[in-house]
């Protein structure tokens, strides 16, 4: 144990000024203090609990609403009340009409999820209100729980902005509220199945369990004859349990209340007529109906303890008739305990109801896979929504590749950032857009068309107010005022300065901790360019054409004829500046040879291609001298509308159903071009009007790039078509494949297999998909073919040796999962249907090895470098070239968050990126010194602090669970004590507020 640290560490946290190394003077063990909830003469938390009576079966009435942070309406129309003829929902009363109603009977419980909403109400209530708002928290009768921003969906979000996400949320809350204001409890009562990472962030976030209410039906239904509903999650393979271990609970009704117990305006369930005088005198029946309910429910569950979600979406609007109901339904069940009755019912929250699952001192069963993918019903696998989409879900990984990269240099840059030549702003407005696109109708694509645009509208509006910042910190750092121009229309060779200018710069700004050489692709219209690096020795460049799908995808959107490439070195968490320059006497651009391509190959790797057919047809890795057979191809499912005799479940934005396993393909053959130079070699595949790919291999690349663009999908048909790639190798996988989750640590899949029980195939293709958040892999003993995603999308293996990513899709039916909207995306510029372009990586190496080259290059796609243009020749004095660190980070480390804080101090998170049996040398510890790392700053104080940032590390005290295969409960595993070194374990994140001080 480590609490005897605690009181003194919390005195010298105060203003985080004293060097580190006096800390550890201190201490010693004392008795660990009182919760911080007692001492400030409050009761909340686990504190404020209702008593329950240990010889009844208690049932636990949690009140509560679930606001999505838009769905069928956008999270401003919601909050208002706008637009109830879309759907009747208005967060602001919900929160006016909850707090009344809690302040009429102190024993009324209600809880409290989405901070995106919350936040909104606080800022327009009185000081008056805000004391009356307090005192209900501090008094546990208005509990905050999961507390992020949004409520997140689970398989198509990335880690990063997940725990950013939760973190502006938790912040938010610590800040109003102190410790009365921190959830105990994480709370996923909607999202379309559970990501084993998700679980493993919550438990470093310090949450003491987690409740969710999607099941899978088949795993429901075992679970309930075992009495396995709840469980203990162990989330990580290489954490060291219990640190990545969560009590999770499985709730009986979905998030709603028992049938016939509906008490909002919402329903029409009968309410307690309770006046023996009348008529419809029902206590007795509505008692009756109650008890065999609960009495039931009580015979799949564990202990004597069962808990009721009282209330559902956007509900409680007007709580008093809820509430009112809830108080006579206590008193009347309560009071038949004085004829012998056995069943006790209280006002409760998650938090109370998982004390008393606590207290009951049990083992519990012991889950280490996922909880994917979801199915409801035979035929009704959710497992659409890991593609829905793909433009909003790519749209949503460069904003989080931003907003990290506006961060860092709101740091770097000083208070310049924020104040200088380009303006006034701050990164607020992107961390605020990128938390409500991890809601799981946002990033999920499960939203309406409208919605789906307003979340897009808020990250553009997000990076035009972070592109100030950027200008006036890349100002500051290199002393030149020269105006910055953005091209975020490159990958169509879009960007207005390079296809017009005779002579700019390029700054690529490199976001990792880690020096990268990224390979630059502008338009241009000229057709031979000097380069040349900061250093103002000339580079190597090639010019090229503009090929004809990318004509075809801009339209009329950017003019030129060329593309010009050559490759950068960026250094880590830095930039540096290239210059081009027009040359007059310039040779033409590289010929387009329309010939059957047979090869392309770098120092590294080799793609060999069908003469015949213009497929891919072998891989090789030259260095490890690896070869697979590999083809790769184009094909669609047919989406099923319906009309089916087995089920009538069509395919849409949620559910993935095709009509038939067998996919379509697009076509035998590929028309192709090859592009040769010493930069890039390419061959352009051309495979009909709507599917189209560069294979690509840049000199200094280790992946082979696929670049696809596949859209506008032709539905003159009438059919509905889910567009996917699949690669066919000589690897002998046997069923298994391997998918990220949320970007991090890998799951292995197995075909028509579930880890945890025996599973009934009834969809061969959906039941086989797998959400793919940044990479999946096939392997055998010899040889391991990765590939890594740009973007979130579902996959599968369904044939021995091969992998399938979907990458598209466009259906003409809703799936009647309450969005109302076929998945059918048009926008002004594709009014024909939505084209959309991406990119996969493929990587060839042994298995013991493949991690060295897959995590770096996940994280490099992730975080790309973000390029920014000057027109004319820098000026003489300018600083082309800049790093923040000292020196770059070990391989095993990312730098995951660097931002501001508060007053003068950074938050600071460092990850190591491998698992632990993932690579011989990437999985060992390593350590890095807090002391050393910036190159301009100095670190004058350092605090250590949950994931989560809303926790000393040292104050986390979570509930400890045993499981059932092991005897002996865990101890809580040694901790190293911050100091300026800092070791990293596979897969640790350590997260720390640094106070600093600008050189
Ligand atoms: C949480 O809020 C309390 C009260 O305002 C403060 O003392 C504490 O330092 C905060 N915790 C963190 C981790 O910021
Ligand atoms: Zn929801």
Same mark, same amino acid.
């Given at each position: 144990m480590t609490e005897g640290k605690v009181s003194t560490m919390a005195a010298d946290r105060q203003?985080?000024?004293?060097?580190?190394?006096?800390?550890?003077l201190l201490g010693g063990l004392s008795a660990f203090p009182l919760g911080p909830e007692k001492s400030a003469g409050v009761s909340c938390g686990y504190e404020s609990c209702h008593p329950t009576k240990p010889d009844m079966l208690n049932v636990h009435l949690v009140p509560h609403t679930h606001d999505d942070v838009?769905?069928?309406?956008t999270v401003d129309q919601y909050y208002y009340g706008d637009? /109830?003829?879309?759907?009747? !929902?208005?967060v602001q009363y919900i929160l006016d009409s909850v707090v009344d109603q809690l302040l009429k009977n102190p024993d009324r419980r209600f809880i409290y999820v989405e901070t995106a909403f919350f936040f909104r109400w606080w800022k327009q209530q009185s000081p008056a209100m805000q004391e009356t708002v307090k005192q209900l928290v501090n008094e546990g009768r208005l509990e905050f729980v999961n507390g992020g921003w949004c409520m997140s =969906?689970? !398989?198509?979000?990335h880690y990063s902005a997940v725990i950013d996400q939760m973190t502006m949320g938790l912040r938010f809350l610590n800040d109003t509220f #102190?410790?009365?204001?921190?959830?105990?409890v994480a709370w996923?009562? =909607?999202? @379309?199945g559970h990501a084993r990472e998700h679980a493993s962030m919550f438990a470093q976030m310090g949450f003491d369990g987690f409740f969710f209410g999607r099941v899978d039906y088949q795993d429901r239904a075992r679970r309930m004859l075992a009495r396995e509903q709840e469980l203990l999650w162990? !989330?990580? =393979?290489?954490?060291?349990?219990?640190?990545?271990?969560l009590f999770t609970g499985i709730l009986p009704n979905g998030y709603n209340?028992?049938?016939?117990f509906c008490w909002d305006q919402s329903c029409d369930d009968p309410p307690?007529?309770? +006046?023996?005088?009348?008529?419809?005198? /029902?206590v007795n029946d509505v008692v009756q109906r109650f008890l065999n309910i609960a009495n039931s429910q009580s015979k799949v569950y564990k202990t004597n303890h069962i808990i009721m979600t009282m209330g559902s979406d956007f509900?409680?609007? /007007? !709580?008093n008739l809820w509430y009112k109901n809830l108080d006579k339904l206590i008193r009347y069940v309560n009071a038949r305990q004085a004829s012998g009755g056995r069943v006790n019912v209280l006002y409760s929250t998650p938090s109370c109801y998982l004390q008393e699952l606590h207290r009951a001192n049990l083992s519990w069963a012991l889950k280490?896979?996922?909880?994917?993918?979801?199915?409801?019903?035979?035929?009704?696998?959710?497992? #659409?929504? @890991?593609?829905?989409r793909p433009a909003l879900k790519r749209y949503e990984r460069i904003s989080n590749g931003n907003l990290q990269t506006c961060k860092q240099l709101e740091v770097l840059g000083g208070p310049f950032s924020s104040t200088g030549p380009f303006g006034q702003d701050d990164s607020l407005t992107l961390q605020r857009a990128m938390a409500v696109a991890q809601h799981h109708d946002a990033v999920s694509g499960t939203e309406k068309q409208h919605v789906a645009n307003d979340y897009a509208r808020r990250l553009a509006d997000g990076w035009r107010r972070c592109q100030v910042v950027v200008s006036n910190a890349l100002a500051a750092l290199s002393g030149s005022m020269a105006e910055r121009f953005y091209c975020d229309g490159l990958n169509i060779s879009v960007c207005p300065i390079s296809e017009s200018s005779k002579q700019f710069s390029v700054s690529v700004y490199n976001p990792l901790a880690r020096p990268v050489v990224w390979p630059v692709r502008l338009p241009v219209n000229g057709t031979a360019y000097l380069v040349s690096d900061a250093g103002g020795r000339p580079v190597d460049s090639q010019v090229l054409p503009v090929s004809r799908a990318t004509r075809e995808v801009r339209r009329s959107r950017g003019f030129a004829v060329n593309e010009l490439v050559f490759q950068v070195r960026a250094p880590p968490l830095g930039y540096t500046t290239y210059s081009v320059t027009l040359r007059t006497a310039g040779a033409p651009a590289a010929a387009v040879q329309r010939r059957a391509a047979a090869s392309i190959q770098n120092k590294f790797l080799k793609a060999t291609f069908d003469?015949?057919?213009?497929l891919l047809s072998s891989f090789s890795n030259l260095e490890t001298n690896q070869t697979v057979q590999l083809t790769q191809n184009f094909y669609w499912y047919n989406a099923?509308?319906?009309?089916?005799s087995a089920s009538d479940q069509p395919s849409g934005a949620y559910i993935f159903r095709p009509n038939s396993s067998t996919p379509f393909l697009i076509s035998k053959t590929a028309k192709t071009e090859i592009v040769q130079g010493s930069v890039v070699q390419e061959v352009r595949q051309w495979f009909s009007p709507w599917v189209s790919q560069v294979v690509r291999l840049y000199a200094d690349s280790r992946a082979l790039e696929l670049e696809w663009t596949v859209g506008p999908l032709p539905i003159q048909d009438d059919l509905g078509k889910e567009v996917i790639t699949r690669l066919d190798s000589s690897?002998?996988?046997?069923?298994v494949f391997y998918t990220d989750s949320n970007g991090r640590e890998v799951l292995q899949r197995k075909k028509d297999f579930r880890p945890t029980w025996k599973l009934r195939q009834s969809e061969p293709v959906a039941g086989n998909y797998y959400p793919i958040n940044s990479r999946a892999f096939i392997k055998d003993d010899e040889d391991q073919l990765t590939v890594v995603t740009d973007r979130s999308q579902g996959g599968g293996s369904?044939? /021995?040796?091969s992998l399938e990513i979907m990458l598209h899709r466009r259906l003409l039916?809703? =799936?009647?999962?309450?969005? #109302?909207?076929?998945?059918n995306e048009t926008s002004h510029? @594709?009014?024909?249907g939505l084209v959309v372009r991406g990119r996969l990586l493929l990587t060839l190496d042994r298995p013991a090895a493949a991690a060295d080259t897959h995590r770096p290059l996940a994280q490099q796609e992730v975080l790309q470098p973000l390029l920014t243009f000057t027109e004319g020749a820098p000026k003489?004095?300018?600083?082309l070239e800049f790093s923040g660190l000292q020196a770059a980070l070990p391989?095993?480390?990312?730098?995951l968050t660097l931002s501001r804080w508060d007053g003068d101090s950074v938050l600071l998170r460092l990850e190591h990126? @491998?698992?632990?049996?993932?690579? +011989?040398? #990437?999985?060992q510890p390593v350590t890095v010194s807090l002391q050393k790392l910036f190159a301009t700053m100095d670190v004058l104080g350092v605090s250590e602090l949950n994931l989560s940032a809303n926790q000393w590390k040292d104050e986390m005290q979570r509930f400890q669970w045993r499981p059932e295969e092991e005897e002996r409960p865990l101890l809580k595993p040694l901790e190293d004590p911050p100091s300026w070194e800092v070791t990293l374990k596979p897969m640790e994140i350590r997260t720390f507020v640094l106070r600093v001080r600008l050189r």
């Open positions: 203003h985080l000024s004293t060097a580190v190394p006096l800390l550890f838009g769905w069928l309406k637009r /109830n003829d879309i759907q009747h !929902a208005g =969906d689970e !398989a198509t979000t #102190g410790p009365c204001g921190r959830p105990r996923h009562i =909607d999202p @379309f162990r !989330a990580s =393979d290489s954490l060291t349990p219990p640190l990545a271990d209340p028992p049938e016939g307690i007529r309770d +006046d023996p005088d009348l008529e419809d005198y /029902n509900q409680y609007e /007007n !709580a280490t896979d996922d909880f994917f993918p979801y199915a409801d019903d035979a035929h009704d696998f959710w497992t #659409g929504y @890991f593609t829905s003469p015949e057919t213009g099923s509308d319906g009309n089916n690897i002998q996988t046997g069923g369904i044939r /021995n040796g039916y809703d =799936d009647v999962r309450g969005v #109302g909207e076929p998945l510029v @594709f009014p024909d003489p004095d300018t600083q391989p095993a480390v990312h730098l990126q @491998f698992q632990s049996w993932e690579s +011989d040398v #990437g999985s």
